[in-house]
Every structure is written in C-alpha cells, then in structure tokens.
C-alpha cells in the first residue's frame, strides 16, 4: 500500500499526478488529483511512485513561470535542473531559527512608519475586493528587490489569468524576472493543483536558503484562495466542514505552510501575504487564522481607497511587532506614536465635524484636525509599477525623510500651505511651490 502522501501516476497519455490522502481498506485510498480530471475513469492503471511529490529547485528556476510539479506556463522547455525536492519538508529545527528582529525598510512611507516589515519575518496584506492588495504586493517586490536585492519567488494561488500575465510581463519589462520564479496555480486549476503552490514555492525559497545561503522574499497572492483550495478538496475527501463551512483542518493546513517560512543561520525568507477578507471581516476564520502566524499586518481599508488615498493603508489598524523603541529607535517610535494619537483622535470628530461642521470644534481640536488631514495625504504616495496608468512618476522615501516630513507637520511649517501640495508626494516638499500637485 502507498503511504499517505506518497505520488501516483495514472499510466495513460495524460500521467496526470495523484497524491495519497488517505487509507480507506487493506486495497484502496483515497486520492488528490493534481491536474485536470476530465478523462479519469473506472479501470484506468495507476502506479505508485515510491516517492513524494517533488519540484525542481536551482536557479535555473529564475525567469520562468511553471505550475506546482514544474511543469512550463511560459512556452519554453521544461527547466532541466539537476535537482528535485519533495514539496512536503519539516519546518527548520528551533535551534537554528535566527533570534535577532531587523526591519525590512521598503520606500513605502506609511509602512516603514506605522508598520514596519521583518527581514525574514511575515507580513500579510489584509483586504476585501478591489482595495489594492495586487498592486501593494506588486510594489514591494520592486522595492524590495531595487533597495535589497535578493531573489523573489512568487506563488499565483488561484490567480485570474489576467493578472498573473500582467504581472508576468511587467516583471519582465523591468528586469525583475531574471531574479525571480513564478509558481501558478491558475483559477481554472484543479482544487489540488491550487493547494500544494505554496508548498512548491517554499520548497524552492528553502532550497536558496540552506544549499546557497542568500536571501529570498517569498510573495503569496493570495492565501485565502489557499485556504479555500483546501476547503474544496476537503469536501472532495468527504470530511464534514467546520465553522462557516471552513475544513476542519484549516489551521494545520495553514500552519505546515507557515511554519516553513523562517529565518535560520543559513539564510532568511522574507514573506509578504496578500489575504483577501470576505465581506470585509478581519473576524472571518480564515483571516484570523492567518494573522496569528504574522510578524506585521497591513490592513487596506475601503473608505481610504474610496477617498482616493493611496496606498490604503489603515494606519490605526495596521500594526507591527517592529514598532518598539528598543528595534526602531525612540524617535521612529515617538513620531509614529504621535501620528497614531492624533489621527485616531481625528476619526473620533469625524462624526461631530458631518453634523455640526469644523467650525464648532475647540481651537486646539481644529488644528489637530488640519493637521491629520495633511499627515493623511502626506502618507499617500505613487507607485513605480504604476506609472504607465497614473502618469506621476514612482517615489520611494528614506525612513529619515518620512519622519522628517512628519515632525515639521505636527510642528506647523504646513499649516498654511493647502492639503493637497502634499498628496501623492515623496519627502516633505522645501521650498514654496515644490511637490505642488
């Protein structure tokens, strides 16, 4: 009998690959099937592989785009490397897990402020439809790889086509994909096609970790999509659902992926997460459930999206383990502490400022209210990735001029300038008529 997760081959044209779930007799198992199942029938011949399911690691990876087994998406041969590794491996032993936090500075103004990124630690991108999690996602690899280097390797779970081609080709147009391999699971793809992408994208950023000891930045859009894969194929497998009709698996499942991304002695893998939330509900099982393997969290908010201001950052919501004055610095600590107070104190007057009006506020709560809307806009800024659709050319700001920017807000020097000199500007604009929009 093969063993639970051993790889089976139907032995018709197709090969399509099987993967061991479970023992249902003395004679039979239950199986995943990894590709289309069109075809499959009664009486076909199956043989077992005697071996897990493998994917192929090197950096003859880097600049192509292939599904979970390695098999081409781009057109071109199957890569040929000298090496394949299963796809299920243990997370590393505790004893070489790096203990030291050192934030991953990444030109994005209001995350390097209010929530700063790991080096290999995880950070996860939280928001409903349509709020900008892709094009975030798609702006940290290019920062992330402009400002650090370093290799990428990006897992599509159940990506539209659109986008994962898109995305194919502005990494190709900028460079990026000589340094970076693309691993899709694309929507029409069978349930167990989708589930095991993240397993194929870890087992290559591992590889680059412990056998050339560099750095990699694993990106997952989107871990729910993951997590509904798994949901699916726990239907299939015939085991009852669990709350809101999640697999009653869902955190073991979510853990054997998570627990993998770790920085050792040999190297780090940086993660970063987009997470679709349905209904906008950060208490959805599946979005609480990945939260708490996060180092940072970014939580997109629609009403910011809908005002126009970009990224969609919430920056009350938003937060960091980073975020302490013993890794950041007082200083860091003191400005972003100060921007949190005042705009949550702005939200609080929101409601008296639509009824009543701004003019009905105390002197000192009027200012404060200047003042966030300008910190407010002040955190906006323009994308590199996209430029060819906005036409204002991409910013990226040193941590040093972000806080800089901030503490000559609070102390005044913008108070009679209008808000929107400094929306969708990188540092803090000088002289008059500099940064004017």
Known sequence: MPSVREALRVEDESGRPLEVQAHLGPRTVRTLCLGATRGLRRGLEVSSTGAPLTFPVGEEMLGRVVDCLGQPLDGLPAPVTALRLPIHRPPPALSRHRATLEPLWTGLKVLDLLCPFARGGKTGLFGGAGVGK???????????????????VF????????????????????????????????MDAAPGARLRVPHAALTLCEHVRDALHRDSLLLVDNVFRFLQAGMETSALLGRFPSRVGYQPTLTTELAEVEERIASTVDGAITSVQAVFVPADDLSDPAASAVMAHLDARVILSRGMAAAGLYPAVDPLQSQSRLLDPK?????????????????????????????????????????????????ERFLTQPFVVSEAFTGRPGERVPLEATLDGCERIFNGEADAWDEGRLY?????PGALGEGAT
Do not use: C, N
């Open 327 to 375: 890794v950041v610095g007082p200083r860091h600590f003191r400005v972003a502490d100060e921007v949190r107070r005042s705009l949550s104190r702005y939200r609080e007057l929101q409601d008296v400022i639509a009824m009543l009006g701004v003019e009905e506020l105390s002197a000192q709560d009027r200012l404060l209210v200047r003042r966030s809307r300008r910190i």
């Open 155 to 186: 897992a599509g779970v159940g990506e539209r086509i659109r986008e994962g081609h898109e995305l194919w080709r502005d990494f190709s147009r900028s460079g990026l994909m000589a340094r970076t391999a693309m691993i899709f699971g694309q």
């Open 424 to 428: 969708m500007v990188g540092a803090f």
């Open 134 to 152: 892709t094009i975030l996602l798609m702006e940290l690899v290019s920062s992330v790889a402009d400002l650090h280097g370093g290799l990428a």
